[in-house]
T-cell receptor, first 108, second 118 residues
Framework: DAKTTQPPSMDCAEGRAANLPCNHS???????VYWYRQIHSQGPQYIIH???NNETNEMASLIITEDRKSSTLILPHATLRDTAVYYC?????????FGTGTSLTVIP | GAVVSQHPSWVICKSGTSVKIECRSL??????MFWYRQFPKQSLMLMAT?????????EQGVEKDKFLINHASLTLSTLTVTSAHPEDSSFYIC??????????????FGQGTRLTVV
């Protein structure tokens, strides 16, 4: 079962930062936080992942709270192509269990 | 990033027939692959874990005799939907992992296969 909770939907203005929250209060010490997104009728696309420290790559930034019970994915300058369902996943052993995700709509 | 390829991208079959879906890791070897199913407007549901050279591990509620998984090589896993029925119509997605360290891993997903049973 998924160990994360996310808001079902969010809107963001094009060009603004999109901040997507995720709660994972039962995360254990060696579990990583992963973010993927899925555009309609495609397979999930990897965005970023982290353990304790904040991470940044060319797509996004991941901010993990000090107690690791929550995290935020930041898309610094959202574009219309960022409209997708975003999934926050906590790695449970070898498997990835998907929660319901956040449907992000970027508005022109 | 690493590439995982599925084939076919979509398939239509008649009730009672079997359909095979292939999942390949194109530029890395995967001892473990994962199969998911996704119904419209729902999240991905893990069906089974495919292990190279051994039996697959199925999630609770998934019929192993209906969804046959074979992982004969380090780059290929297949899912066969046997005696398909309309309720098996769904989006099937495979995934393979790369281990960056003992605990740090990245998962890559195929583009999915849309199965329609008529």
């Amino acid at each position: 079962d998924a160990k994360t909770t996310q808001p079902p939907s969010m809107d963001c203005a094009e060009g603004r930062a999109a901040n997507l929250p995720c709660n994972h209060s039962t995360i254990s010490g060696n579990e990583y936080v992963y973010w993927y997104r899925q555009i309609h009728s495609q397979g999930p696309q990897y965005i970023i992942h982290g353990l304790k420290n904040n991470e940044t790559n060319e797509m996004a930034s991941l901010i993990i709270t000090e107690d690791r019970k929550s995290s935020t994915l930041i898309l610094p300058h959202a574009t219309l192509r960022d409209t997708a369902v975003y999934y926050c996943i906590v790695s449970v052993g070898n498997q990835f269990y998907f929660g319901t995700g956040t449907s992000l709509t970027v508005i022109p | 990033g690493a590439v995982v390829s599925q084939h076919p991208s979509w398939v239509i079959c008649k009730s009672g027939t079997s359909v095979k879906i292939e999942c390949r890791s194109l530029d890395f070897q995967a001892t473990t692959m994962f199969w998911y199913r996704q119904f419209p407007k729902q999240s991905l549901m893990l069906m089974a874990t495919s292990n190279e050279g051994s039996k697959a591990t199925y999630e609770q509620g998934v019929e192993k005799d209906k969804f046959l998984i074979n992982h004969a090589s380090l780059t290929l896993s297949t899912l066969t939907v046997t005696s398909a029925h309309p309720e098996d119509s769904s989006f099937y997605i495979c995934s393979a992992r790369i281990w960056l360290s003992r605990t740090n891993t990245e998962a890559f997903f195929g583009q999915g296969t849309r199965l329609t049973v008529v």
